[in-house]
């Protein structure tokens, strides 16, 4: 913990007294010390891309200026980590976005099986790309609840997204809806949205930590798959800003399961 000490002369009825102040600035020591590492991961995961970028360019200047099949392959990289740095300037615009409006809660009545069928159908080409079937295990009965329906999609988006990056060839993700009126009915007070796959998975000891920023279970697994490490971040702030709860189940070999459970009423 630290503390700021202050100290101050004060006038008593028996005299002259010292008054010493002792305030707990803990919490803005953390904060300050988040944003700074904040910075510097960002710096970080921007300056690598940028680098290969440099350097291609050089080289395209340079020796490989009259060679065009060097020119093509260069060319494929250097796009590959411009569309990486695009990604990450997104999803950090999307993430201080999200932050500023955490406070507001949405309102807006957005119909979830909906919502997830469109999301399914825009994902059907990426999953079919990666040989994962998509299952959508909910019934067309519409249901309810106040959202922001871009954030709400959003958060869909990238936990079927990573489902479907992570878990690999042959593979399934499985998308279940719970709720009143819908089987099986686990809740009364929210509904639930499951994303649960059967790729990889990962050891429990990570979930913690999941939902920080630039935090990833295998950092070059996920540079692979061009993951900016910022997509459950944001899911995090969404599902807060909803005042909703994410739950986090995963085991080595068998797969994991991403669950947001938002409340029915405004
Ligand atoms: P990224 O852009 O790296 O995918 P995320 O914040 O979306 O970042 O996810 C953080 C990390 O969580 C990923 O790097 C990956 O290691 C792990 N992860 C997320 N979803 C899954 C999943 N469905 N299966 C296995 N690992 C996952």
């Known amino acids: 913990a630290s503390f700021d000490v202050s100290c101050r ?17 803990t919490h803005l020591e953390q904060a300050g010390q988040m944003r700074r590492d904040f910075v510097a991961n960002v710096s970080h995961e ?14 395209l200047q340079g020796p490989a200026r009259e060679d065009a099949g060097a ?4 060319l494929t990289i250097m796009q590959t980590e411009a569309t990486r740095m695009e990604r990450l300037v997104g999803d950090l615009l999307s993430l201080s976005r999200v932050e500023a409006e955490e406070r507001v809660r949405p309102t807006e009545p ?28 909910f019934p067309e009965t519409r249901l309810e609840v106040p959202a922001d329906p871009d954030q709400l999609r959003q958060v869909v988006m990238n936990l079927v997204e990573n489902a479907v990056k992570y878990s690999g060839r042959g593979a399934s993700v499985t998308v279940r809806l719970s709720g009143p009126g819908y089987q099986p009915r686990l809740r009364v007070e929210g509904v639930e949205i499951a994303v649960t796959d059967t790729g990889p998975g990962f050891d429990p000891m990570h979930i913690p930590r999941l939902t920080e920023r630039f935090y990833r279970v295998d950092n070059h697994r996920s540079r692979e798959m061009g993951g900016t490490g ?34 029915l009423r405004a």
Do not use: M, W
Not at 239 to 244: A, D, I, Q, S, T
């Open 9 to 25: 002369a004060v006038k008593l009825e028996s005299g002259a007294g010292v008054l010493l102040c002792f305030q707990d600035v």
């Open 71 to 74: 020119r093509d392959r260069f």
């Open 110 to 137: 957005v119909d979830l099986p909906g919502l997830l069928r469109s999301v399914l159908n825009g994902l059907a080409p990426l999953a079919a790309e990666a040989g994962v079937t998509l299952r959508p295990e």
């Open 46 to 59: 921007l300056r690598t891309p940028l680098t290969a970028l440099l350097g291609f360019i050089e080289t």
């Open 230 to 263: 910022l997509g459950l971040a944001i899911v995090k702030h969404i599902v807060n800003r909803h005042r909703g709860r994410l739950r986090i189940e995963s085991e080595p070999g068998r797969g994991s399961s991403f669950c947001v459970i938002l409340p």
